[in-house]
Structure formats: structure tokens, C-alpha cells
């Protein structure tokens, strides 16, 4: 396990440009099991379908689609609906230690930093009762966590300049054929921030707000680069685990996943 070590830090600034949507799955699951520290992430995905834990994967995807632009698709830790990855798409992830959890658990202490930088941008963005990020009334973003003991995950898409309508092609599955297996994803009307922004801002510049929003709030905070050991361990979980069938087709609800 990782520790603070010589640097008497909160939290952790993970470095990754990696786009492979597997890589980063598994890269988000080595930082949860293998690190004691508090981490934060941003990060991005090439195109692809990510689905929740506990999801049926073929009743969530427009299966002849993904297969017509060879769209990955890939199963994460936490639960909760598909979501459509692109470059246009920023994701976040915090991973802490947590010892009460109906407090620290709060939806609302990861997502603040984020509305903080919106606000600063005149848009008026909310959180709403299911923990979505909205725009009048639109979503630009969906959250997700999963814990395991005294560890919580907590991760969420930012819709900057995503291709809505590669999202709205790859969520869209004939609900028919699957009733009742698994759980199954809540449509919502989507929007894009950067449709919201006065001016010119493009999806670097607006990373680097939400990264100086944090580092405000966080104040004891070290940016970490990944050792090799550090990536030749997430490339072997990616092999064995995120990029496999198994895991992101085989592993459902109907056969105990």
C-alpha cells in the first residue's frame, strides 16, 4: 500500500493522460485497493460505453451501433446507469478514507467544488435529488460511488463538448427484450456546459479551473506521478479483469455479478 511517506500530505493529485477506457478503469480500482491516501483525478476516455456494476450490459447498449463504430464498452466498481464517454467529456474521480460514513459519504461534498467553478462562470448549475448535475434542468453530469470498508470511491461525468448524438445512439437499447435484469439506466434530457458558457472556453481551460478549485479547498495536496511499478500493475488488472469479456459482458445480474 501507498502512504504519505516523507510528504505530509491530505490528498493526492493524481497525473493521467491515458485515454484508454480500460486503463483508467483499472487505474481507478488500483488507487482505491493499493493506496492509503485520499487521491483526486481528472481524467478522460477515448469513445466508449462505461456500465454500472450492477448492470446488464446488452440491455443498456444499441449493440448494432457500438459494433458499426467499434465503441468500447466497459463495466466500472460503482453502481448506477450507462454513460457515454468521449473526448468532449471530462471525468473526476475522489477516493477517500472515511470513518462516518452517512456524513462523508455525502454526494454533496464532491460535487461542490464543481458547481463552485460553474457559478464562477455565471451558470447556474444545481444538484438534484438524484445526484445528477443539472442545467435547466438538463444533465451534464451523472455521479456513482462504491465503498468497501473504510474506503469510498466517488466519480461523475462533466458533459463539456460531447457528441450528443453518439451518446443518444449508444444508450439506446430495445428495453423489451430485457425486463426485469438488472438494473437498468434512467433516461434523462442531456445538455453540453460549454452551450452555457459566456465567451470563449475551451475543455483544457476549464480542467484547469476545476484542478485550482480543488487545490483550494485541498490545501495539503502533492501531485503524484505513476511509477513504473505503479503501471505495470494497472496494465496487469486491465488484462486480467477490465479488459476481458467476463468482466464487462459476462459478469450481470442473471449469473451472480
Same mark, same amino acid.
Given at each position: 500500500m ?22 483508467n478503469?483499472s ?13 483526486f ?17 446488452l440491455?443498456?447498449? /444499441? *449493440?448494432?451501433?457500438?459494433?458499426a ?6 463495466? !466500472?466498481?460503482? %453502481?448506477g &446507469?450507462?454513460?457515454?464517454h468521449?473526448?468532449g467529456?471530462?471525468?473526476?474521480t475522489?477516493i ?6 452517512q456524513?462523508?459519504?455525502s454526494?454533496e461534498k ?8 460553474l457559478?464562477?462562470l455565471s ?10 448535475l443539472t442545467i ?10 462504491y ?6 470511491l466517488?466519480h461523475?461525468?462533466l458533459?463539456?463538448?460531447? /457528441? *450528443?448524438?453518439?451518446l443518444?445512439?449508444t444508450?439506446?437499447a430495445?428495453?423489451? !427484450?430485457?425486463? %426485469?435484469? &438488472?438494473i437498468r439506466s ?8 460549454r ?5 470563449e472556453?475551451?475543455?483544457a481551460?476549464?480542467r ?8 483550494e ?13 505503479d503501471?505495470s500493475q494497472?496494465?496487469?488488472?486491465m ?17 451472480g455479478?
Amino acid at each position: 500500500m501507498h502512504d504519505r511517506g516523507v510528504c505530509e500530505i491530505l490528498i493526492f493529485i493524481i497525473h493521467n493522460d491515458n485515454i484508454n477506457p480500460y486503463f483508467n478503469l483499472s487505474l481507478e480500482e488500483y488507487l482505491f485497493r493499493q493506496f492509503n491516501n485520499d487521491c483526486f483525478m481528472l481524467w478522460q476516455n477515448s469513445r466508449c460505453v462505461v456500465v454500472g456494476r450492477n448492470q446488464y450490459t446488452l440491455a443498456e447498449i /444499441n *449493440l448494432d451501433y457500438i459494433k458499426a463504430h467499434d465503441i468500447p464498452v466497459v463495466r !466500472r466498481l460503482s %453502481g448506477g &446507469g450507462a454513460v457515454f464517454h468521449d473526448l468532449g467529456n471530462l471525468n473526476y474521480t475522489f477516493i477517500v478514507t472515511v470513518h462516518d460514513w452517512q456524513k462523508s459519504s455525502s454526494f454533496e461534498k464532491f460535487t461542490t467544488p464543481i458547481l463552485n467553478v460553474l457559478h464562477r462562470l455565471s451558470i447556474r448549475a444545481e444538484r438534484s435529488k438524484r445526484n445528477d448535475l443539472t442545467i435547466d434542468g438538463k444533465k451534464f453530469s451523472g455521479t456513482a460511488q462504491y465503498r468497501h470498508r473504510n474506503r469510498l470511491l466517488h466519480h461523475g461525468t462533466l458533459l463539456f463538448s460531447s /457528441n *450528443l448524438v453518439d451518446l443518444s445512439s449508444t444508450l439506446t437499447a430495445d428495453p423489451s !427484450r430485457f425486463q %426485469g435484469r &438488472g438494473i437498468r439506466s434512467t433516461i434523462s434530457q442531456v445538455t453540453n456546459i460549454r452551450d452555457y458558457i459566456p465567451g470563449e472556453l475551451t475543455l483544457a481551460q476549464f480542467r484547469d479551473l476545476i484542478m485550482e478549485q480543488v487545490r483550494e479547498v485541498y490545501k495539503d495536496s502533492c501531485l503524484y506521478t505513476l511509477t513504473d511499478h505503479d503501471l505495470s500493475q494497472i496494465h496487469k488488472l486491465m488484462e486480467e479483469k477490465y479488459s476481458t469479456w467476463e468482466w464487462n459482458f459476462g459478469i450481470s445480474p442473471l449469473v451472480g455479478g
